[in-house]
C-alpha cells in the first residue's frame, strides 16, 4: 500500500497554468502505473493522463494542454496543465496500480 499525497490546485483564469503534484509515501520507481483522474461536479471520475516507464497517454480534451512527469528521486508524479478552460473545473486525483488513490485537489478555471 502507498499513500498518496496531491497539492497544487486552486483558482485559475481561463488560458493559465497550474502544476499539480503528487507526493508517494514511499518509491515510485517501481510502480507499474501512475496517473491523473478527475471528477467535476455531477460527473463521473475520468481518466486525465498516465504515465509508466517511458511511456505516457493522455485523455483526448488534454493532449496538447497537460504534461504528466514523475521524479522518482522525489517520488511525486506531476501534471502540469497549461491554456486551462472552465470546463477542466475538477476535483483531480492521483492514482498508483494496483489501486492507490489520493485524497484529491481542487481546480476551477474560471
Known amino acids: 500500500q502507498v499513500q498518496l499525497v496531491e497539492s497544487g490546485g486552486g483558482l485559475v483564469q481561463a488560458g493559465g497554468s497550474l502544476r499539480l503534484s503528487c507526493t508517494a509515501s514511499?518509491?515510485?520507481?517501481?510502480?507499474?502505473?501512475m496517473a491523473w483522474y478527475r471528477q467535476a461536479p455531477g460527473s463521473q471520475r475520468e481518466f486525465v493522463a498516465g504515465?509508466?516507464?517511458?511511456?505516457?497517454n493522455y485523455a483526448d480534451s488534454v493532449k496538447g494542454r497537460f504534461t504528466i512527469s514523475k521524479d522518482n528521486a522525489k517520488k511525486t508524479v506531476y501534471l502540469q496543465m497549461n491554456s486551462l478552460k472552465p470546463e477542466d473545473t475538477a476535483v483531480y486525483y492521483c492514482f498508483s496500480s494496483p489501486d492507490n488513490w489520493g485524497q484529491g485537489t481542487q481546480v476551477t478555471g474560471l
Open positions: 504515465i509508466t516507464s517511458g511511456y505516457t
Open positions: 514511499r518509491s515510485i520507481a517501481l510502480l507499474n502505473y
